[in-house]
């Protein structure tokens, strides 16, 4: 490349490109924050509310997310990993931040120890790890232990919980701040057993607490995430962990309908071209759509590779303008057709919401997953990378 192009490329702005020229995600830490105070009004006035932010705040930014949830009441928040706990920490978060996930080598447990967050604690090698690291720089490592009441994933066997804490308390450098168990079937009960399985859990906890010694009692006890929180106040102790409920979304089907919460998330793009075509014409990839009659169609510029799952070919509809257009053919990697043959007013560069709200219309994540056999939590975590996040 010559010296006479160095120097047009170097004069050209990347802060002069549209983040909304192509495809992007709109969010509303408005919307987030309203959503954390309705929850923390169905809790009681010592127990408090952690916002799960893992996943890049399911997809809506996850220190866009952080900040809302504190402001609207949140007092800790719940990631998967070290680096997304590393992550809040650089933007200057400075509440408990919970790793959910196991770290299971001195490295990451050294960088969470000096980073002040807290790990979650399975086994006992987990807690020997902590407390060699912690007695090395002589600090006080704060640890929460998880308890497998029937998710059967992470988590130590209920059988082995007290043999943990025995071995804990021997250790001087660790101290045991929360313990914690996860419901398994809180968003909808299956097998025709309503309520069987949570209630079993709740069984599990409250008798594993009821063996601690008086100087446990301090403890941060929680087990509820969003579908616990709002189905069951029994559920509840000390804390709950509040992840899809935060984003606006119902955490199952009967749901209290005069609980308001507020979408935070819409995904738009542009129709980058339109076009006629006569009937029988077939439409992208496989040709599994065929026209029957003349029809218009606008490519809109956003595909799987954003995280429009490909299953769903076929088998939604888009918003413009408050009115739906059917998507038609096969998703492909970075486009989709809608077929607009009803509304000759389209033109190149209008835009489609695809999830949210659009003058009085909206499609949510439930149709989405309902379509492709999925659930909203995948839905949300789906958009990728190069579709920007424009805080409204």
Known sequence: MNAAC???YKSFSLDSIDPRQRAWVEVFPSAIRDNTQVVKSLLAENCLLMAVVKADGYGHGAGTVAEAALEGGAANLGVATLQEALD???LGISCPILILGNLVN???????????LIPTISSSREALLCQKIAESYEKKFNIHIKVDTGMTRLGCDISSLKSLINLIDTLENIELVGIYSHLALADGERHGQPEIITSLQKKRFNSLLSNFKPARQNLCRH???SAGTFRDKALHFDMVRVGLALYGYKPFEDFADNCSLKPA????????LIRDVPSHTGVSYGHDFITKRPTRLAVVGIGYADGINRALSGKISVLINGYFYPQVGSITMDQLVIDITENNDIRIGDVVTLLGEDKGSSITP???????????WEILCSFKYRLPRVVI
């Open 6 to 8: 160095l120097v047009k």
């Open 88 to 90: 809040l920490r650089k």
């Open 106 to 116: 001195l490295k990451d447990l050294d960088a969470c120890l000096n980073w002040d």
């Open 223 to 225: 087990l509820a995430n």
């Open 265 to 272: 998330l819409a995904v738009r793009a542009r129709i980058t």
């Open 366 to 376: 439930y149709e989405w997953s309902q379509a492709c056999g999925s659930i909203p």
